[in-house]
């Protein structure tokens, strides 16, 4: 391994807002930690596109991370954690933490009757991410999947407590009222954002997973296993980058973060192609 600093900041990277909700988890637990973010705005969403066209944009955006001296990856997007994550860690000498393996181990953890739902993006449920985890892990779960495209761009948008919210999520998840399922994994990352909705629409018995909490005990333990843990006692510093600046990405990042941003900058698309 590459000579690694403790100060060197975690790395993560999405389509565009959802990855926050990893940041947050993993801000919480270690609040020391230096954070640097890329969120692909420009190019969002990478749900309905091909695995070949996620695989080159997230070797990209691992590219531009390790640019900035990250001493762990965090892929803080299902998407590219089902499709991405193995070409990841073919190129990459640090630590590559998906999404897919801890938000199915914790599903299994927390379900009493062993049958689970997972909504996440056309991506990551046509390629059967989660449903090949947990039957790998518990060959006898009942999984029940569903694509739900249409809540990336109203999480983008900000509209959490919104009556079109509502509506979509009513379509979508109606379908999960006669299945029994005790848990529900919000199989992408930007779905923690609507969690108030989902919950409303799916019944208070239902589990919500949201993955970034045990992807984040993950991060602890990996930098901890390291001895790269930030030994500082102060608070960590979080840079932010985005491939294009969406009016509502420093409104919706900070309602959710629940602080400012204050180093938010724009990278150029020709700054990730060009190697
Ligand atoms: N937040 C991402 C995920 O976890 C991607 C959403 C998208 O770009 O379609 O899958």
């Not at 001296?69 to 590219?80: D, H, P, Q």
């Not at 991410?129 to 761009?153: D, G, M, R, S, T």
């Not at 919000?186 to 239902?206: F, R």
């Not at 973060?257 to 990278?267: E, P, Q, S």
Request: net charge positive; glycine share 6%.
């Amino acid at each position: 391994m590459n000579f690694m600093n403790k100060t060197n900041p975690i790395g993560f990277f999405d389509s565009g807002i959802g990855g926050l909700t990893v940041v947050r988890s993993v801000t919480r637990l270690m609040p020391n930690e230096n954070i640097v973010y890329f969120g692909d705005t420009a190019r969002v969403p990478y749900g309905s596109k091909s695995n070949n066209t996620v695989v080159e944009y997230s070797l990209q955006a691992a590219n531009f991370l390790l640019r900035k001296n990250i001493k762990l990856l965090v892929v803080a997007c299902n998407t590219a954690s089902s499709v991405a994550l193995k070409e990841l860690r073919k190129f990459l000498t640090i630590p590559v933490i998906g999404m897919i393996e801890p938000g199915a181990k914790m599903a299994l953890q927390e379900s009493r009757n062993g049958v689970i739902g997972v909504i996440g993006t056309r991506a990551t449920i046509n390629n059967k991410a989660y449903a090949h985890e947990l039957k790998k892990l518990n060959p006898k779960v009942k999984v029940y999947e569903k694509a739900c495209p249409l809540f990336v761009p109203l999480a983008e948008e900000g509209w959490l407590d919104h009556k079109v919210t509502e509506l979509v999520a009513k379509e979508y998840l109606g379908e999960f009222r006669n299945k029994k399922i005790d848990s529900l994994i919000l199989g992408c990352t930007h779905y923690p954002i609507l969690q108030d909705v989902i919950q409303k629409v799916v019944g208070k018995n239902v589990k919500l997973i949201d993955s970034g909490t045990p992807a984040a005990r993950l991060v602890e333990d990996y930098l901890n296993g390291r001895q790269l843990r930030n030994q500082s006692v102060h608070h960590g510093q979080s840079e932010f980058y985005v491939s294009d600046v969406p009016v509502k990405f420093r409104e919706v990042a900070e309602r959710f973060l629940g602080k400012k941003i204050t180093h938010l900058h724009k990278v150029e698309l020709n700054e990730l192609t060009n190697e």
